[in-house]
């Protein structure tokens, strides 16, 4: 194995970033999907269960919903599949909950329809028990207030209406019935909701450039009116959001680039309004928020381009970033790409990510280190990328001198190659490496460990 390594260093002061990266476990695609027409996705969202103490994640694709058995996070292995009552390159969206130990299922295109999933032979199996478009044609996301047995069907589209919001009788968890459709909340008229997060009966209302809403919706023929936002800080496409668990704060996104996250002070509902904003922290552009979740004080969000972010809540007005994960592999765009879903409540504490290009991966995050086994996260950039040959690597922030040992690792954590030991200096540096091997054509990680210092990104090799 020959290997040529050009080694170049530029020192610059720069300060160093506290953020840890959120460990690598499995990862699980499928290269027999077809990408949509429209944002270029194989998969979308994706939801978790635990049955007889097996975790699972479910992931969405063009072709339908995957049951993926993640309870060796190493291994993620597929065990069951329900082909989408419309599949292929019209589909972007599909949407899940579960609740009484069904699946429900929806998706925004085509002549689709609302599928209820039995699991309960799981990792054997599973059936679907309903497949109707009676109620659900299309939907673009759901949400199950498990309280009170109510499927909110947002931007919902029956065979003759398209309804802003439609509410569903879950009662008897096989055999859904209408309750009612909504699109005026406090004498606003809204033309769709977007997405919602209810707990209780009380609904936060994501309405796109209508704004934020939030009702009472325990008397489903007359829904009062709680309060709400038309206009607020920064304001853009009202995308999605999630409650802390106290309830007195709302973590909302904007569905627009290099737009920041929302606090949103919901304690006074007759006096809702944006306190705070927060970023990724990213240097590009086209920084998007997609979907979020609390739980356990922190606040786990798909952020498109920057993957996996999270913060911790100890101040709720305060989102502190902790740790982080990017799932995309290009550079980031004025499109919408990267990951989509998120979901953190596997008894595991295993992290799930849906990333729309790169399909399912499981993460965990590091336990909190001692104050002196802390090791320093430096901003690790590589070009170009996809690489042929020659990979480029910045690494920036380093606040000491370390010795770093570099290798390429496959997605499994297993090293390739290894690119020997090097000293990074405190500031900038700039490393050059020419591979003269064949290395297969495919996804790697270039992992980057010293003393003091770790990083690790991932690449893709173009190779012929």
């Known amino acids: ?3 040529i390594i050009l080694i170049v260093f530029l020192v610059l002061p720069l ?11 499995g990862q699980w695609s499928d ?12 998969y979308n969202e994706v939801w978790g269960i635990v049955h007889n103490n097996r975790e699972y994640a479910i992931i969405g694709t063009t072709a339908g919903t995957h049951f993926i058995d993640v309870t060796d996070p190493t291994t993620p292995t597929e065990v069951a599949y329900v082909a989408g009552k419309a599949q292929g390159q019209i589909i972007i969206h599909r949407d899940y909950h579960d609740y009484g130990g069904y699946i ?17 032979n799981l990792p054997t199996s599973v059936s679907v028990v309903y497949d109707a478009d009676s109620l659900i044609r299309r939907s673009h996301n759901i949400f199950i207030d498990t309280t009170s047995a109510k499927l909110y069907s947002l931007s919902n589209a029956t065979n003759s209406t398209y309804q802003a919001m439609a509410i569903i009788d879950l009662s008897n968890p096989v055999n859904p019935t209408f309750v009612g459709s909504y699109n005026n909340f406090g004498g606003t008229v809204v033309s769709h909701v977007h997405d919602a997060f209810i707990r209780n009966d009380t609904a936060y209302l994501n309405c796109g450039g209508d704004g934020f809403f939030v009702m009472d919706f325990s008397n489903t023929a007359s829904p009062q009116y709680l309060g709400g936002m038309t206009t607020y800080l920064q304001q853009g496409y009202n995308h999605s959001g999630w409650l802390n668990a106290v309830g007195d704060y709302y973590y909302m996104a904007d569905e627009n680039h290099n737009s920041p996250m929302k606090v949103v002070s919901v304690a006074d509902l007759n006096d809702i309004k944006v306190l705070n904003t927060f970023t990724a922290g990213a240097t590009h552009n086209f920084s998007i928020p997609h979907n979020q979740i609390v739980h356990d004080n922190k606040l786990f969000v798909a952020h498109y381009y920057d993957g996996l972010q999270v913060y911790d809540l100890s101040n709720p007005l305060t989102p502190n970033r902790t740790h982080f994960y990017d799932t995309y592999l290009d550079a980031a765009r004025n499109r919408y790409e990267g990951a989509w879903g998120v979901y953190p409540f596997l008894p595991s504490g295993n992290i799930l990510i849906s990333d729309m290009q790169s399909g399912l991966f499981v993460l965990d995050l590091s336990p909190a280190a001692k104050t002196a086994d802390i090791k320093e996260t430096v901003e690790l950039n590589v070009f170009p990328q996809p690489f042929n ?13 370390d010795q770093v040992q570099v290798s390429l690792m496959d997605i499994t954590g297993k090293t390739i190659i290894n690119l020997g030991e090097h000293t990074v200096y405190s500031g900038y540096n700039q490393l050059s490496l020419r591979l003269n091997d064949a290395l297969p054509r495919g ?5 980057i460990k010293g003393q003091l210092i770790q990083s690790s990104k991932k690449v893709i090799n173009v190779a012929k």
């Open 1 to 3: 194995m020959k290997k």
């Open 15 to 25: 300060l160093a970033q506290s953020q840890q990266q959120a460990n690598l476990l």
């Open 31 to 42: 290269s027999t999907l077809v990408a949509s027409t429209d944002h270029n996705n194989n």
């Open 104 to 120: 429900y299922a929806v998706a925004d295109e085509g002549n689709s329809s609302l599928q209820i999933i039995d699991y309960s």
């Open 389 to 401: 040959e020659v990979l480029n690597i910045q690494l920036e922030n380093p606040t000491k001198t």
């Open 443 to 447: 996804m790697y990680i270039l992992n």
